[in-house]
């Protein structure tokens, strides 16, 4: 099981910090996953830790969004600065027995998801 928390209505510039607790799974082997969707689109990667602690990042949000992972409470974090308003979307948790499964728009096990609204 993943649940999100910490979404919400920001201004442009502003921050916000997501989380997601995990339960269910090996967290500590797994990679980990932030995507976002807006309506009528595809789900999109946006950040990504391994179980080794490396990072990548899209780069719509590269240099301003910072993943992390807490194995000793299995949780993992998206720390979310400078936002913009193309930000705004729901944003979703996810993982899955393989980093291509972590990686995939379609496959993997996924959270229920949070709004993020950034207003201009």
């Known amino acids: 099981q993943l649940v999100e928390s910490g979404g919400g209505l920001v201004q442009a510039g502003g921050s916000l910090r997501l989380s997601c607790a995990v339960s269910?799974?090996?967290?500590?082997?797994?990679?980990m996953a932030w995507f976002r969707q807006t309506p009528g689109k595809q789900r999109e990667f946006v950040a990504v830790?391994?179980?080794?602690?490396?990072?990548s990042y899209s780069d719509s949000v590269k240099d301003r969004f910072t993943i992390s992972r807490d194995n000793a409470v299995d949780t993992v974090s998206l720390q979310m600065n400078d936002l913009k308003p193309e930000d705004t979307a729901v944003y979703f948790c996810?993982?899955?027995?393989?980093?291509?499964?972590?990686?995939?728009?379609?496959?993997?096990?996924w959270g229920r998801g949070t709004q993020v609204t950034v207003s201009s």
């Open positions: 996810k993982t899955g027995q393989t980093l291509a499964m972590v990686l995939s728009a379609t496959m993997g096990y």
């Open positions: 269910g799974v090996d967290f500590n082997r797994n990679a």
């Open positions: 830790i391994r179980s080794s602690g490396g990072t």
